[in-house]
C-alpha cells in the first residue's frame, strides 16, 4: 500500500493554502524588516523561504519572526529532567553564553482532521477541544553551532505523548536525531539517523527524541497526532505542545547525546563513556508508504494520504513495532 501521486497538492494549492493560513494568523505581517532579508532560503514550503539569519519566514510580502530559543531556556527547570552537559551549559549561561539555538513556527499550517470522510478541508484553529481528532504541523529552523561541551546546536529533548504519532522530514540542512525508548517486548533501544534534505523519521509512541543541526540553517517540518483519545492519567500530545511543562520538564533526558570531534567528525556520547552508533534503519512500513522522493507538507495537505499514514502505523504498532532484539541499542529491519 502506497500512498498514491494522485494524493499529492500541487505546489499551487500549496501556497493558496498557506497563505491564506497565514493571512488568519496575527503573528504574521506584511511590514517589511528595516533590515535587508539577504537572500531567501528555501524550506520546501511552496512560496515560502528564510531570510536573513533563517529568524524570519516570508512569503510574498507576509513574514513573520520565528520564535527564538536560547540555550538557557533547554536547560531544566529541576534536576528532575536533568539533561546531559548540563551543568558545563549553565555555567556557559551564567558567564553570559546564551546562544539561539532555533527559531520555531508552531501550526506552520492548519490542523487536518484525522480522519478524512467528512473532513476533507483543512480545519479551523483548534477549538473544539478535541485535540486528538487532529494532525498538526510546526515548522523549526536550526542554526548551525557548537556548544560548550561539543553538542552541535540542538532542540531541547523531550519524551512524546504515550499516543503521540509524529513524522520528521528534513527540508534544508542536515540533522542528526536521537530517538529512544523501550520496545513493546520491553527491551530498551536506543536510534540515531542522519538525515539530509528529504529524509523522513517516524518517532514511535512515548519515545524521546531530540535533534542536532550538523549543518545549518536546517529546517525540519513536523506533524503530530494521537493514536486515540487520552486518559486522564496520560496528557494529549497537543497539550504537550502547548505547554513547556509537561513537554520538557516531566522527566530526565535520554543519558546520550551527539559530540563534535576537534576534527569535525560526530560520536555518539554517553553519562559513562562512549557507546558505540548503533545500527539505524529506517523503519520499514514507512518506507513502503511514503517513497523516497515523498513531500511530507503535500502528504499532509490531501487527507485521503494522512489516512493512510495512520494505518499504516496502526498495522505496523499491532505487529510490534519498534522491535529490537534482546541485547538491545541494534535496530533489526523494521526499525528501532
Not at 576537534?262 to 514507512?286: N, Q, S, V
Request: negative net charge.
Amino acid at each position: 500500500m502506497t500512498l498514491a501521486t494522485e494524493q499529492r497538492s500541487s505546489p499551487i494549492q500549496q501556497r493558496l493554502l498557506l497563505l491564506q493560513h497565514l493571512d488568519q494568523t496575527a503573528d504574521f505581517t506584511d511590514t517589511p524588516d528595516s533590515a535587508e532579508p539577504g537572500i531567501p532560503v528555501p524550506v520546501g514550503l511552496a512560496g515560502a523561504a528564510l531570510a536573513g539569519d533563517s529568524s524570519v519566514l516570508v512569503v510574498g510580502q507576509r513574514r513573520a519572526a520565528g520564535k527564538p530559543r536560547h540555550l538557557s531556556e533547554i536547560l531544566p527547570k529541576d534536576r528532575q529532567a536533568a539533561i546531559l552537559g548540563e551543568d558545563l551549559l549553565r555555567a556557559a549561561v551564567d558567564a553570559g553564553t546564551d546562544p539561539v539555538l532555533y527559531h520555531a513556527w508552531r501550526d506552520i499550517l492548519p490542523p487536518r482532521w484525522k480522519h478524512a470522510e467528512g473532513n476533507d478541508a483543512l480545519a479551523e484553529r483548534d477549538t473544539t477541544g478535541r485535540e486528538t481528532a487532529f494532525w498538526y504541523a510546526d515548522l523549526v529552523v536550526y542554526r548551525h553551532g557548537i556548544l560548550p561541551d561539543r553538542q552541535p546546536f540542538r532542540s531541547t529533548g523531550h519524551f512524546n505523548a504515550a499516543e503521540q504519532l509524529e513524522v520528521f522530514q528534513t527540508l534544508t540542512g542536515r540533522v542528526a536525531m536521537l530517538i529512544a525508548g523501550t520496545s513493546p517486548n520491553g527491551v530498551p533501544y536506543l536510534s540515531f539517523e542522519i538525515c539530509e534534505p528529504g529524509a523522513i523519521t517516524v518517532v514511535p509512541p512515548g519515545a524521546w527524541h531530540v535533534t542536532y543541526c550538523l549543518d545549518g540553517p536546517a529546517a525540519v517540518f513536523n506533524i503530530y497526532t494521537d493514536r486515540k483519545p487520552t486518559t486522564p492519567a496520560h496528557h494529549s500530545s497537543r497539550q504537550g505542545a502547548l505547554d513547556p511543562a509537561l513537554k520538557y520538564h516531566r522527566a530526565a533526558g535520554h543519558k546520550a547525546t551527539i559530540r563534535v570531534d576537534d576534527d569535525g567528525g560526530i560520536r555518539l556520547d554517553a553519562e559513562e563513556g562512549p557507546l558505540p552508533t548503533p545500527k539505524f534503519t529506517t523503519a520499514a512500513w514507512l518506507d513502503a508508504v511514503v517513497p523516497t522522493g515523498t513531500d511530507l507538507v503535500s502528504l499532509y495537505l490531501h487527507p485521503s494520504a494522512m489516512d493512510t499514514l495512520l494505518e499504516a502505523a496502526e498495522a505496523a504498532l499491532a505487529t510490534g513495532w519498534p522491535q529490537v532484539p534482546a541485547d538491545g541499542h541494534t535496530q533489526t529491519s523494521d526499525g528501532m
